[in-house]
């Protein structure tokens, strides 16, 4: 079965600066890739997401890049900010595949002033 | 839509006794998933259902854990008998399984076995 990869488990950053989480995954069959936030105390949702035929998006702060090619895809925040700091855990997923989706085990980014 | 529904938020419980968590999914969602969650492991998916039929429960940790999906608007996730690592969050999430689309989780429900 699929397994998704995620590092690092934690990260720390300076507010203003950029923060990069990095996920791999073994399945070359899966084809959407979501990213998901959470807060301490709440549920994960959905930031942003990635289909297999895009190599890059962008949402103003955020944007993810995949590499179908070695399998990885990863999350950047850019100009960081203390309501950025949170659990963030990239996913993948198959059309078709019956439809699981499986999870990294997450990185605790802190946005430091 | 009110969202993804779980009972209880909380439930706190002694070693050996039996729990059932519930899932009430958004309506028009036809992918169920049971999630738990633990510091260590972060978001392990124990069991999903396609229309009401269970697809993969290859990530149930043993024999105490069953999940049931008896109509398209109810999940169940059952430990029997419960024991204290089984403490964590329960997460349910469901989305629409045709296509791959965003998985909506609800709050969780957190439990703890002592």
């Known amino acids: 079965g699929e397994n998704v990869e995620q590092h690092p488990s934690t990260l720390s950053v300076q507010e203003g600066d950029s923060a990069v989480i990095k996920c791999t995954y073994s399945?070359?069959?899966?084809?959407?890739f979501p990213w998901y936030k959470q807060e301490l105390g709440k549920r994960p949702q959905l930031i942003i997401d990635i289909r297999s035929n895009v190599g890059e998006k962008k949402d103003q702060r955020i944007a993810v890049t995949l590499n179908k090619t070695a399998k990885h895809f990863s999350l950047h925040i850019t100009e960081t900010q203390p309501e950025d700091s949170a659990v963030y855990f990239c996913?993948?997923?198959?059309?078709?595949?019956?439809?699981?989706?499986?999870f990294g085990t997450g990185t605790q980014l802190k946005v430091e002033l | 839509d009110a969202g993804v529904i779980q009972s209880p938020r909380h439930e706190v419980t002694e070693m050996g006794q039996e729990v059932t968590l519930r899932c009430k999914p958004i309506s028009g969602h036809n992918s169920l998933f049971w999630y738990r969650q633990t510091m260590m492991r972060g978001l392990e998916l124990l069991i999903y259902f396609n229309n009401n039929v269970p697809i993969d429960d290859s990530g149930m940790p043993e024999d105490r854990f069953s999940a049931k999906m008896p109509n398209a608007s109810f999940s169940t996730l059952k430990i029997q008998p419960s024991e204290p690592r089984d403490s964590a969050v329960y997460f349910c999430?469901?989305?629409?399984?045709?296509?791959?689309?965003?998985?909506?989780f609800g709050q969780g429900t957190r439990l703890t076995v002592v």
């Open positions: 399945d070359s069959a899966s084809n959407y």
């Open positions: 999430a469901s989305r629409i399984g045709v296509e791959n689309t965003e998985a909506f």
């Open positions: 996913a993948a997923s198959i059309t078709g595949g019956g439809n699981k989706l499986t």
